[in-house]
């Protein structure tokens, strides 16, 4: 697919000319809305026009693109962003570019050529990249260039003032690519080698012509695309080549010893192997870098008092030290409950009178009443919500900096519906990623003497990594991937736009979930839903479609957090039935904005096919490219029999089931507007294999409308029977409905007339 830059508004200063100029009109081709600053400077940084901003701003506008001019100086950073959020809302992208020259050999460098070289390239990308951080933050999006050059990187005679600065870019980019990370602002600088007028006096003119900037615009457009994750790289590139740079380090040398002072000789003896390239490391990042420093103290200074061995060592560089933190317990928690809780999760994850085979959970006088298998999370985080991690030793980190990675529960009997449990968390291991640590904290939560469950929360600290520690841990409970088959199920459900509001009050309050401007703080959009929210949707699913919603039949689950869910979205569990097990994945589709766009849309979960989609009145198969948010993750059930899978057509999903949940869907958004046309009360009697399956009521006369499962109970002005399969052929438009009541497929019953009204109710997208 072509990358495109629709709905981006791009930034590219300098973009007057030479490379700018390219780079600017090369987004507004793919999309992008371009905001084209330039001073109009001559190559030394004086003068000032308006002609070159406005030249390519009409060039862009003439080939139909979107483009304003800003002629303001990269030094006044403030105002260049504010062209972009005046013109048009919003600023997504940075290409740093703008540049003078002022060469002189070092003897001859004034004051003014190094102050006006620094003004333009460093403090100028700093003005301008600062003024717009916050607007990248708060959107989670942003994609930052910083423009070096091989003078910088290798230095070049006569350029001490340009190549300081330039160099300085990388320095700058590398630490916004750190800082940016958590929010989704990605920071790569480029060193290109291009024709312009600034490579003029350097270049023979047939390689001014021939090394042109349309040869470099396509990698700063990729290194600016959503899609594009890199991040606090280097790249060099000319001529339609691209290469990638980064540090080498020797194994150098330790030229002191223990106890004894360190003399210039002893550098001098080692300096040939201080300076051998042979199995040269590439540290990546500070931690890295000070790790192997650090280690050297406890080589030479052993009961020194500054660290013993190298994974205390590193401790000292990362604030981790998986010595002191493992076997660590935090304080025991309590959690006692009744009913009200196990039903209160309930609904948190989506379970809902609707489906009446929900009723067991979400109601204390049932006589199967029970609660759901994996509530058995909430009583064992009451101990993590406390903030216990932080204050276990060896775990001296940023703990705002946590994410939930992965979550395994395991019961070993059904949870009682209230009562008094205790939990037990105790740190397995602390792992060492590179890019962050993970804690593994094992939970076991105990009914008086008596294990109930087990839990192990994965938690990921962003940062934290790099202390030397093992990357696996026999005491992980891995995530396993699915089977490379189709999924044996699919169930799909719809989140509401309140379901983290709801879920928080089962006793996860992070305001992550709540509170927009904490949400933002985090870079995300909007509140987020709660990970564990959606592992107990698919759950349920799980529950429901391999062991008839029992309980007792759940033995554990094992789900890797790979995406946020954004409340409101629709949840698609993809299900394989191997043996026991019943992995999973979960997807996030698009369903829900579909469906505020007024569209009618069905989804149709079908046994041993895949999902399909119905827009309009034609099936579309639902893109496989929906993002996947759950994954690894699976569900070991208690002697799951081949009952799940056989029984499944025969006596649970109806394939008519999800159109009702839709169709009841579009009452709740415009029964009034429904029951003002249609006034009338169908009933609807759907069969399978002849005999009566679902009964669905569909009130369109009485209040604002509704919809229910179940009889009419004699209010129906008519009744309309169909078989399961008869239906979704009539709803997908492939059986003519008059047909299907002349040939006795369609049953009427009451006023007939009436029946024309179905129209009304599923317009013309499903041909009723
Ligand atoms: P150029 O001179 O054609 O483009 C630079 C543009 O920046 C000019 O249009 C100029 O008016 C504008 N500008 C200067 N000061 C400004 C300010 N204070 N505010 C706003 N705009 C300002 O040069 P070229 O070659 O296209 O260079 C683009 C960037 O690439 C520069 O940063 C340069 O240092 C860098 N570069 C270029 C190389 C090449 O081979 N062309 C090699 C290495 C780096």
Known sequence: MSLSFEGRVALVTGSGGGLGREYALAFAERGASVVVNDLGADTKGGGKSSAAADKVVEEIRAKGGKAVANYDSVEDGEKVIQSALDAFGRIDIVVNNA???????????????????????????????????????????????????????????????????????????????????????????????????????????????????EYIAPMVLWLCHEQCQENGALFEAGAGWIGKLRWERSQGSIVRQKNQPMTPEAVRDQWDKICDFTDA???????????????????????????????????????????????????????????AQCILYALGVGMSTKDPDHLRFLYEGHEDFSCLPTFGVIPSQAAMMDGGLSSIPGLNIDFTQVLHGEQYLELYKPLPTSGTLTSEATVADVLDKGSGAVILLDVKTFSGDQLICFNQFSVFVVGAGGFGGRRTSDNAKAAVPPPKRAPDVVAIDSTTRDQAALYRLSGDWNPLHIDPSFAAMGGFKAPILHGLCSFGFAARHVLKHFAANDPSRFKAIKVRFVKPVMPGQSLQTEMWKEG??????????TDGHKRANGHFSALLCVQGMSCMRLIGSSLVQVKETDAVVLAGAYVDLHGASEASLGNLTQHGALQSELVFAEIGRRIKDSGSELVRKVNAVFAWEITKDSRSAAEWTMDLKNGSGSLHRGPAGGKADVTITVSDEDFMEVVQGRLNPQKAFFSGKLKVRGNIMLSQKLEVILKDHAKL
């Not at 994609?143 to 870019?169: D, E, H, P």
């Not at 026991?580 to 589709?589: E, G």
């Open 99 to 213: 540049g003078i020259l002022r060469d002189r050999s070092f003897a001859r460098t004034s004051d003014l050529d190094w102050d006006l070289i620094h003004r333009v390239h460093l403090r100028g990308s700093f003005s301008v990249t600062r003024a717009a951080w916050n607007h990248m933050k708060n959107q989670a999006f942003g994609r930052i260039i910083m423009t070096t050059s091989a003078a910088g990187i290798y230095g070049n005679f006569g350029q001490a003032n340009y190549s300081a600065a330039k160099l300085g870019l990388l320095g700058l980019a590398n630490t916004l690519a750190i800082e940016g990370l958590r929010y989704n602002i990605r920071c790569n600088t480029i060193a290109p080698v291009a024709g312009s007028r600034l490579t003029e006096t350097v270049m023979t003119p047939e390689l001014v012509a021939s090394l042109k900037p």
């Open 281 to 339: 490391t590439k540290p990546k990042s500070v931690q890295e870098s000070l790790l192997s420093i650090v280690s050297v103290l406890s080589g030479l200074d052993s009961g020194g008092g500054v660290g013993a061995t190298p994974t205390a060592a590193a401790a000292l560089a990362s604030g981790v030290n998986p010595a002191e933190a493992v076997g660590q317990k935090l304080p025991p928690s309590t959690f006692t409950f009744t009913p």
């Open 580 to 589: 026991n097990r019943i992995h999973l994945q979960c997807k996030v589709s």
